[in-house]
């Protein structure tokens, strides 16, 4: 079992920049992929970024490509997602999740934690 909380969201004005952070419960953190996603209102959940547990392989969206970055922390049990150059439709919750896979796809990510808001102002 893994249990993830989510900080560091908040209101920020467009281009501004944010720094995400999940800590993990689990021991075993290190094992675990680790994936952001989004939910706008009115909107599914969508991928952000993943990383794998060596943090070798990352992936990102094409919508955030360039301006975000995840990176992870396995001595603090710790994912991140650094946002820069925020606009508007990056408003939504963002929430942390963690799997055996380090893909795009929700369905392999069997933990989830409560998600934070991000809200970009124009």
């Known amino acids: 079992q893994v249990q993830l909380v989510e900080s560091g969201g908040g209101l920020v004005q467009a281009g501004g920049s944010l720094r995400l952070s999940c800590a993990a419960s689990?021991?075993?953190?290190?094992?675990?992929?680790m994936g952001w996603f989004r939910q706008a209102p009115g909107m599914e959940r969508e991928f952000v970024a993943a990383?794998?547990?060596?943090?070798?392989?990352?992936a990102y969206a094409d919508s955030v490509k360039g301006r975000f970055t995840i990176s992870r922390d396995n001595a603090k049990n710790t994912v991140y997602l650094q946002m820069n150059s925020l606009a508007p439709e990056d408003t939504a919750v963002y929430y942390c999740?963690?799997?055996?896979?380090?893909?795009?796809?929700?369905?392999?990510?069997?933990?989830w934690g409560q998600g934070t808001q991000v809200t970009v102002s124009s």
């Open positions: 999740a963690a799997g055996r896979v380090t893909t795009a796809d929700i369905q392999t990510y069997a933990y």
């Open positions: 689990a021991r075993t953190f290190s094992s675990y992929a």
């Open positions: 990383i794998s547990w060596s943090a070798i392989i990352i």
